[in-house]
Nanobody, 121 residues
Framework: QVQLVESGGGLVQPGGSLRLSCAASGSILSINFAAWYRQAPGKQRELVAHITSTSTIYYRDSVKGRFTISRDNAKNTVYLQMNSLKPEDTAFYYC???????????????WGQGTQVTVSS
């Protein structure tokens, strides 16, 4: 019932910037928690950042000061602004959201299909 669609990935040179978007659609009452994960080839998926309904934010140490997570509740969209990108940021980036839907008593976790970010000169 809920779909998450990521966009904004691509190829960028080291030091460049990208802004990822994760748009949720469906019968959504609220997005209680949203996160960005990434997975590089041969590595486990790792949490990059998350934001709660009260805007409590977490960043993994390697992206602190470079990445910014934000949300637009009116648009049911979560963003990840990535600045000063490094080759080690290269990965497939996934959006995850815990959604309270209309007519459902509990929240469910949904994943987007992912978007590729490649940082290379």
């Amino acid at each position: 019932q809920v779909q998450l669609v990521e966009s904004g990935g691509g190829l960028v040179q080291p030091g460049g910037s990208l802004r990822l978007s994760c748009a949720a659609s469906g019968s959504i009452l609220s997005i209680n928690f949203a996160a960005w994960y990434r997975q590089a080839p041969g590595k486990q998926r790792e949490l990059v950042a998350h934001i709660t309904s009260t805007s409590t934010i977490y960043y993994r140490d390697s992206v602190k000061g470079r990445f910014t997570i934000s949300r637009d509740n009116a648009k049911n969209t979560v963003y990840l602004q990535m600045n000063s990108l490094k080759p080690e940021d290269t990965a497939f980036y996934y959006c995850n959201a815990h959604v309270q839907e209309v007519g459902r008593g509990v929240q469910y976790s949904y994943w987007g299909q992912g978007t590729q970010v490649t940082v290379s000169s």
